[in-house]
């Protein structure tokens, strides 16, 4: 809790007394209970690929939200996204006896075990589910707050229309491949951002599921890269052609720019993904070694961003002295240093300021920087 505390999260009195009571280790069983403690996100389950599914988000960003949030007492709340109730179990400690909880997943054994370790924990007061989260849960509407503990590409009109009139949602908002942690409220003839904060969940499925694309490039090291849109593509991805390219990058750009971790995290994602659609995502798990060089590193993987086009693709990776570079074909490398180059320029700017705006699709707006969705149109702006 007191580790929580110190990265500026459960600034909430409600949120940091749920944190303090209820216990996250009865939603881990099958973890010794210093496991369950760590500030990290734990994979509850996995598809037929490896694919991460479902998990247990680590505290850190589970407090932030529902900072964000701001439930009180006697709150009705729609989560979606159950995972293993353990966020739940908060919101129903945060709303107390005269509060509600409804969580629904797409996943019936999701729903049964999380419904084993909200019985085992003692909490009451929690419905959950087994729907499709985008279509909500309109018996029990309207909700004063809803939180999507997923990674939504779109906001779907059934929340928006089962959410109180003075209500606020919560949702990890995909802003062309990257996520936000978005609290929206109702601002005249649109929705209107509160706050945004870095975050990264594994992608709803179902009715809203987005465009996006996940490939495993090695099964052994979980080499795998995401795409934000893989209409991108103009056709099927050769995993072998770009794991030849990563093994033998064509050509080095250093950028001379040097940066903190924090501002890799929360800054060049979301500007290479707003300005260039040819973007992608690599990671790895801690076995691999293909990203030894990533800017990104942790003890259980690494992590990097690039371009990919026609003529080859290329990485950002991080030499000894800290130095950004970028490997890979010639043209996108360059490419991809010059993003480097702009984003250190305008300083290195990221979520610090922003705002976003959602419109009903099609309404004429004003802004630099517009992202269509199916249900709606997203406006970012920067104060």
């Not at 991460?52 to 439930?71: E, F, K, N, W």
């Not at 509407?141 to 919560?170: C, E, F, H, K, N």
């Not at 908002?173 to 904060?197: K, N």
């Amino acid at each position: 809790m007191a580790h929580v505390r110190e990265r500026g999260a459960a600034t909430n009195a409600l949120v940091a007394d749920a944190l303090r009571t209820v216990p996250r280790h009865i939603f881990l069983p099958d973890l010794p209970p210093d496991a369950a403690y760590r500030d990290e996100a734990i994979v509850t389950k996995r598809d037929q690929l490896g694919i991460p599914t479902s998990s247990s988000s680590q505290p850190t960003i589970m407090a932030i939200m529902l900072d964000q949030l701001g439930a009180v007492r006697g709150h009705k709340v729609l989560e979606v996204g159950t995972g293993t109730g353990f966020n739940a179990a908060l919101l129903a400690h945060i709303v107390g006896p005269k509060g509600r909880v409804v969580s629904i997943d797409l996943d019936q054994d999701v729903v049964d075990r999380a419904e084993e370790n909200l019985s085992a924990a003692g909490v009451e007061r929690v419905t959950v589910l087994t729907a499709d989260g985008a279509l909500g849960h309109p018996d029990r509407a309207p909700y004063d707050r809803i939180i999507a503990t997923v990674g939504v590409w779109d906001l779907a009109p059934a929340w928006l229309d089962q959410l109180a009139p003075d209500g606020r949602i919560v949702v990890p908002l995909d802003l062309r491949g990257v996520q936000r942690s978005v609290a929206f409220e109702r601002e005249g003839d649109h929705w209107a951002s509160r706050s945004a904060q870095p975050c990264g969940f594994m992608r709803m499925r179902g009715a809203l599921k987005g465009p996006e694309g996940v490939y495993v490039l090695d099964a052994d090291t979980q080499l795998t890269l995401s795409l934000p849109d893989v209409e991108a593509l103009a056709g099927d991805l050769d995993a072998e052609a770009v794991v030849e390219a990563l093994d033998d990058p064509e050509t080095e750009i250093r950028t001379g720019v040097s940066p903190e971790r924090i501002e890799l995290l929360d800054g060049f994602g979301l500007w290479l993904a707003i300005r260039e659609p040819r973007w992608f995502a690599l990671a790895e798990a801690g076995s691999g070694t293909r990203l030894r060089h990533a800017p990104l590193q942790a003890p259980d993987g690494r992590a990097t961003v690039g371009m990919l086009d026609d003529f080859g693709l290329a990485t950002m990776r991080l030499d000894e002295g800290g130095e950004l570079a970028v490997a890979g074909a010639e043209q996108p490398a360059r490419e991809l240093a010059g993003q480097i180059t702009a984003w250190n320029e305008a300083g290195r700017p990221g979520s610090e300021g922003l705002h976003i705006d959602a419109y009903p699709p099609g309404t004429p707006v004003d802004g630099e920087y517009v992202i269509d969705k199916r249900c709606v149109r997203l406006v970012l702006s920067w104060a």
